[in-house]
């Protein structure tokens, strides 16, 4: 309370010194006339231009470089932050005034009942202060997180990476042993490995255009943690990859809330991902296992197909590209008029049975 006392008082004294200025000004302009008038204009107008100038400096401009993310790795200029940011969070924001991020009404009549009954909501003002020390490790963790998005470029080593985005995090946060720092390790996932990878002293590997990356990092204030990831891709046919992740976070923020069971919101995320179509037969070439099962196939498109197959190939390898051919792969067996149509599904159902097998690149 004492930090906003002291800048609104700031305020008003910049305030008052510019309303003496314009008192002096217009006094001169009663003796000069009409051309201490006209000064007088261009002064003020000078001021407004200047005013408007410092006041208004913007969400930013530098684009992130990789896909996936929206908004600008320098948003943070607009709260009077320095591009890179050097200005430890909490010199630019006031006691209990720092950023709240998105509002989620409650869905149903127990959010109706927290929001209308006094007594709720005034123990929800008790806990103010702890909300407002939350907020604090959120915009130090938001400002860090537009700082390594400005980063993230092919070429960069994964440990020089996470060195830069830690150390700007004790920065900005100001660290304090327990009371304030870094969360957890940074993770800089790659590819296949799913999360919590870490490069260690010695490690000296490389992000590359065609990798995908998972960056998970946290802030901690009175040892609470907040904690964010977000998925690093610069190849365009990551793009249905990031829109899934993208739909299943989505779907967890609108699942949680109070009383929401965590395999509840689970379950959710889940389903959203699995809604998504996953190319799993990308591969050079199938073949019939030799020693294939005898499993009963439902699907009439997977007998069809098998039976094409075994008349064409036997166990030999074939391809895709093989079955769309006018012949279905052999001119000499088949006639024209064998190219296989809509087979994904029966080809998939024969791998899944263990009837072909599959070669991947």
């Known amino acids: 309370m004492d930090v906003e006392k002291k800048v609104i008082v700031q305020e008003e004294e910049i305030e008052d010194d510019e309303e003496e200025d314009e008192v002096v000004e217009g006094s001169a302009a009663a003796e000069g006339g009409d051309a201490a008038a006209k000064k007088k204009n261009k002064k003020k107008n000078k001021k407004k231009k200047k005013k408007a100038a410092t006041t208004a400096a913007g969400p930013g401009t530098k684009l992130p470089p990789f896909r996936g993310v929206t908004g600008f790795t320098d948003s943070y200029i607009q709260y009077g932050q ?43 003002r008790e806990n103010e202060a ?118 299943a976070t989505n779907e967890g923020v609108r699942q949680s809330g109070i009383d929401a069971r965590l395999g509840e919101i689970g379950a959710a995320i889940q389903e959203v991902m699995e ?21 009963p196939l439902r699907l009439p498109r997977a007998k069809k197909l098998l039976s094409h197959i075994q008349r064409t190939f036997g166990t030999l390898p074939f391809c895709r590209r093989w079955l769309e051919r006018e012949d279905g792969g052999s001119s000499f067996i088949n006639p024209k008029g064998a190219k296989q149509e809509k087979y994904i599904m029966g080809l998939k159902n024969l791998v899944d049975n263990g009837i072909v097998t599959v070669c991947k690149v």
Do not use: W
Request: charged share 25%; with cysteine.
């Open 82 to 124: 320095t591009e890179p940011p050097t200005i430890p969070v909490a010199k630019l924001f006031a006691v209990g005034s720092f950023p709240k991020g998105e509002e989620q009404n409650h869905p149903g009549d127990f959010n109706t009942y927290r929001i209308t009954s006094e007594e709720l909501r005034a123990a929800e």
């Open 130 to 247: 702890f909300y407002d020390r939350v907020r604090y490790a959120s915009e130090v963790h938001r400002q860090v997180r537009k700082f390594a998005q400005g980063l993230i470029k092919p070429g960069i080593r994964l440990i020089d990476l996470c060195e830069a985005l830690e150390n700007k995090n004790r920065e900005l946060v100001e660290e304090a042993g327990f009371a304030r720092g870094i969360g957890f390790p940074t993770g800089c996932s790659l590819n296949h490995v799913a999360a919590h990878y870490t490069p260690n002293a010695g490690d000296h590997t490389v992000l590359t255009y065609n990798d995908v990356m998972k960056i998970d990092f946290g802030t901690q204030v009175d040892g609470r943690i907040i904690d964010s990831a977000f998925t690093v891709a610069f190849d365009p046919q990551f793009d249905p990859l990031l829109a899934a992740s993208k739909a």
């Open 275 to 295: 809604s998504y179509v996953v190319e799993d037969m990308e591969c050079s070439h199938y073949a019939k296992a030799f020693d294939a099962p005898h499993v």
